[in-house]
Structures are given as C-alpha cells and as structure tokens.
C-alpha cells in the first residue's frame, strides 16, 4: 500500500462509535522525514485519528499504513516503529531521570551498551547530567517536556507522534523543543504533531485542519495561507474552524 517515500498512508479511514463518526473518511500521506502537523479544534477527530494510526484503536472501515504495516492486522509492529509523547506527560515521576531512560528503553528491546552509551550522549545534549539521579517530579516542566521527547525518539523509531507536546510550557522552551523536533526530522524521523498555538502550525512542512471528523484542507502553511487569504494560521484556523458543529474531544 505505501511507496518506499511514504511513512503513513490514510485511505478513507473512518472511525465509530456506535452512530457517532468520530473521523470520517480521511485520506492523506505523510512523506518519510516530513513534520506534519495535524491541526483541529476540540471535537475535531484528531486524536481518534492518531490512536488508530498508533495501533491502539482499530478502524471501522478504510485502509492506513505506518511505517508500511497495516493499521487492522500489524498494530505491535506499528508500536515498535514508532515514538510517542503525549500533552499529559509519558514519563514515570517516582523513577530518576536515568531509571526513565532504561525503562522506556528496555521495552523496545535495546541492549545495556546501546543503552548506556546512548543515555551519556543524551544527558550531555540536554545539560542534564548533573540530573540524571533526581526523581522527574524536580524537574521543571520545561526539562521534562524535552526529556519526553528525547525518550520518546531514544529507540531510534521511524515515525514519533506528538500530542500537544508543548502545553504549558513558556515561548522560551516552546522554540527550543522544536529545535530538537528540527534535529530528529534531520536525522531521518518522521515528525506526525498536533497542536493549539497556531505559530506551531507555521514551523510544519504541511499542516492538515479536521473539522468534524473531516479534514477539510491540507497544504504547506504558505500555499493555506494565499488559499484563505489570510495573513496566519491563526486566521486560516478561525475561518475553517467556525464551521465546526461539535466539540470536545
């Protein structure tokens, strides 16, 4: 189904509950090393849409595949080929930041050496060293969100998908984590992210906008933004996003 530059591939991928249609008939592609943000209000479809593309919620009906494994038939093989960070924070805040590492490690089989010398290397790249001993819960939200991150790209998947990854965190911080989402897009990891700040949006390669269950445009931020004619994202949000008719999540 996929073509070897082809990381995930959405053919009217539609999900159900019961009368309800969460998301509705999407198609789309994300190429291999692309950041593709997946933008839409609350009630939008959008995280239904990411948890059957992570395997953990199987469609009603349509086709998908990511990392060329099919979403209804290879969803562990999906599990071990991707990263994940959610908004709510997916590290352990009784465990160290090093018993972190290791854990989240071990569970995608890695060995004690890759282990090690990689948890050096990464506690060096985020200054963290000093650390590395200290239960989670320390530290400030801002190094925990990086620390994520890290963790989350740590088995060295081909897709990470982010959710929200930047809630709360100060502008600061917000621009250097995506500085690090810069870097492992570079290193060849595809980048699949939602968001609320819309100035995110403008940071992706391609943004695609749900809108209840739908996707209702999907382009490079510049080529949406001379579609709506709007001067930001921002803009070319509100008038997509006034259609909607349902909310929450």
Same mark, same amino acid.
């Given at each position: *189904?996929?073509?070897? !530059? ?18 509705? @008939? =999407? ?14 209000? !609350? ?21 998908? $595949? ?6 209804? #038939? ?25 018993? !972190?590492?290791? /854990?989240?490690? &071990? ?10 010398? %990689?948890? @050096? ?24 969100? %990086? ?6 790209? /740590? ?35 595809? =980048? ?5 700040? *819309? ?10 906008? *749900? ?5 209702? @445009? ?6 949406? #933004?001379? #579609?709506?004619? $709007? ?5 070319? /949000?509100? %008038? ?7 909310? &929450?999540?």
């Amino acid at each position: *189904m996929t073509t070897n !530059n082809i990381a995930i591939q959405a053919v009217e991928l539609t999900k159900r509950f019961g009368d309800f249609t969460a998301v509705d @008939a =999407i198609s789309f592609e994300v190429k291999k090393g692309e950041i593709f943000g997946f933008l839409g209000a !609350n009630g939008a479809g959008k995280t239904t849409a990411m948890r059957m593309l992570c395997g953990l919620s199987i469609p009603s009906s349509g086709k998908a $595949a990511v990392a060329g494994f099919d979403v209804y #038939k290879q969803t562990e093989q999906i599990k071990r080929s991707i990263g994940y960070m959610s908004q709510k924070f997916s590290l352990y805040e009784d465990l160290t930041v090093k018993e !972190n590492i290791r /854990f989240y490690a &071990g569970i995608y089989g890695k060995s004690d050496a890759f282990i090690k010398e %990689k948890t @050096a290397f990464l506690l060096k790249e985020l200054r963290l060293e000093a650390e590395a001993s200290k239960l989670v819960r320390s530290l400030p939200l801002g190094w925990k969100q %990086k620390l994520a991150f890290s963790v989350a790209i /740590f088995h060295e998947p081909e897709i990470v998908f982010l959710d929200e990854p930047t809630g709360g965190v100060d502008p600061v911080t917000r621009r250097e984590f995506w500085n690090m989402i810069y870097q492992a897009a570079e290193s060849g990891i595809t =980048i699949f992210v939602t968001t609320h700040y *819309m100035d995110e949006a403008e940071y992706c390669n391609r943004v695609s906008i *749900m809108v209840d269950g739908r996707i209702d @445009a999907l382009d490079t931020p510049a080529a949406l #933004k001379r #579609k709506f004619e $709007a001067r930001s994202m921002d803009e070319v /949000f509100l %008038k997509l996003a006034r259609k909607a008719k349902r909310s &929450g999540d």
